[in-house]
C-alpha cells in the first residue's frame, strides 16, 4: 500500500522552529516528486517546497525560502521539512505528497497522487 505519513507538527511561538517529517512507505522513493504543502483555515492549498525526483532540485516557495528547508533519506524514504523563523501566517495543516514519474520541474498539484493525512503547525504571536 503506497502511503505518506507526516509528524512533528505542534505549536510555538513566532520565531521558532519546527521540523516535519514524512515517511513514505509502498512505493520507490526514488521515482517520485515528494512535496511539502500547506492549506490554512478558509484558504487554498498551497506548493510549500519540492524535491524532483531526476536531480533531487529542490524548490520552495518564495514566502519560505531562506527560512525552510526540505531534506530527503532515501535509504530510509523519509523527506524533512526545517521550518525556522516561524511567522503566524506561517500556521497551516501541513501535507507530504507524492507524485510518480521522473522530472526535474514541481509537478502541477493535480499529478500529486499520494498525500498524507497532515499535521498542524500553529503559530503564535
Not at 523527506?79 to 525556522?84: E, G, H, T
Not at 498524507?116 to 504571536?125: A, D, K, R
Request: with cysteine.
Amino acid at each position: 500500500e503506497v502511503q505518506l505519513v507526516e509528524s512533528g507538527g505542534g505549536s510555538v511561538q513566532a520565531g521558532g522552529s519546527l521540523r516535519l517529517s514524512c515517511q513514505a512507505s509502498g512505493f520507490n522513493f526514488a521515482n517520485y516528486s515528494i512535496a511539502w504543502f500547506r492549506q490554512a483555515s478558509g484558504k487554498e492549498r498551497e506548493p510549500v517546497a519540492c524535491i524532483t525526483s531526476k536531480f533531487g532540485t529542490i524548490f520552495y516557495t518564495k514566502s519560505v525560502q531562506d527560512r525552510f528547508t526540505m531534506s530527503s533519506d532515501k535509504v530510509e524514504n523519509m523527506v524533512y521539512l526545517q521550518m525556522n523563523g516561524l511567522k503566524p501566517e506561517d500556521t497551516a495543516v501541513y501535507f507530504c505528497a507524492a507524485s510518480q514519474g521522473i522530472s526535474d520541474v514541481v509537478p502541477p498539484d493535480h499529478f500529486f497522487e499520494t498525500w498524507g493525512q497532515g499535521t498542524q503547525v500553529i503559530v503564535s504571536s
